[in-house]
């Protein structure tokens, strides 16, 4: 063979290794244009949320860990997700403490924390509980970062979610999720 032959040869492989990576590009970029343009139906058409946005309206299973997030009794449950070390979930933590509806405990606080509760038992200050090691329960909601708060009705249906910022009005943010509306990453 000879060097005009190998080089034409070699050319040839070349291209065809290119076109299958173009259309391995082209496949994966069509899956992804899918995904965000159907999102919402997509994923309750999987049966398995994108994420906690997509889980407004999701109710609670009546048993295991998701059903001990609901606190029982309770007219509404804000559910705070923190993690040990975290200075903006310890603020968000004081910050709920404050609302009014959460002192006088017509709205239920939870916190379910990524480590030990040590750090958020002290921002809690007796007015809700902790759960502490919810790394579990983070991922099955699809929890996006940490502090996130979300909001439960008395049946367990999560009913607002939301990535809290320095910005964010929690007292309003609770007594908006007591009404019928229901707010849905509002700040993102």
Same mark, same amino acid.
């Given at each position: +063979?000879?060097?005009?032959?190998?080089?034409?040869?070699?050319?040839?492989?070349?291209?065809?290794?290119? &076109?299958?990576?173009?259309?391995?590009?082209?496949?994966?970029?069509?899956?992804?244009?899918?995904?965000? &343009?159907?999102?919402?139906?997509?994923?309750?058409?999987?049966?398995?949320?994108?994420? /906690?946005?997509?889980?407004?309206?999701?109710?609670?299973?009546?048993?295991?860990?998701? &059903?001990?997030?609901?606190?029982?009794?309770?007219?509404?449950?804000?559910?705070?997700?923190?993690?040990?070390?975290?200075?903006?979930?310890?603020?968000?933590?004081?910050?709920?403490?404050?609302?009014?509806?959460?002192?006088?405990?017509?709205?239920?606080?939870?916190?379910?924390?990524?480590?030990?509760?040590?750090?958020?038992?002290?921002?809690?200050?007796?007015?809700?509980?902790?759960?502490?090691?919810?790394?579990?329960?983070?991922?099955?909601?699809?929890?996006?970062?940490?502090?996130?708060? +979300?909001?439960?009705?008395?049946?367990?249906?999560?009913?607002?979610? /939301?990535?809290?910022?320095?910005?964010?009005?929690? /007292?309003?943010?609770?007594?908006? /999720?007591?009404?019928?509306?229901?707010?849905?990453?509002?700040?993102?």
């Amino acid at each position: +063979m000879s060097f005009l032959e190998s080089a034409v040869l070699l050319a040839w492989v070349a291209l065809v290794l290119l &076109a299958l990576g173009l259309a391995g590009l082209l496949r994966q970029v069509t899956l992804l244009t899918r995904g965000q &343009a159907g999102g919402g139906s997509q994923a309750a058409a999987s049966g398995s949320p994108r994420s /906690t946005r997509d889980l407004v309206g999701f109710r609670l299973p009546a048993h295991g860990e998701l &059903a001990g997030l609901a606190e029982p009794g309770a007219h509404r449950t804000v559910v705070t997700f923190v993690s040990p070390g975290c200075s903006s979930c310890d603020l968000t933590l004081s910050g709920l403490t404050d609302v009014p509806d959460v002192r006088d405990g017509s709205v239920a606080l939870v916190a379910v924390s990524t480590g030990s509760c040590g750090p958020a038992l002290g921002s809690l200050s007796g007015t809700g509980r902790c759960v502490a090691e919810g790394r579990a329960l983070l991922e099955q909601l699809h929890v996006p970062a940490t502090p996130y708060l +979300m909001a439960l009705d008395s049946g367990g249906t999560i009913v607002a979610a /939301t990535l809290p910022d320095q910005h964010t009005d929690l /007292t309003a943010w609770v007594r908006a /999720t007591r009404g019928s509306i229901s707010l849905t990453e509002e700040q993102g």
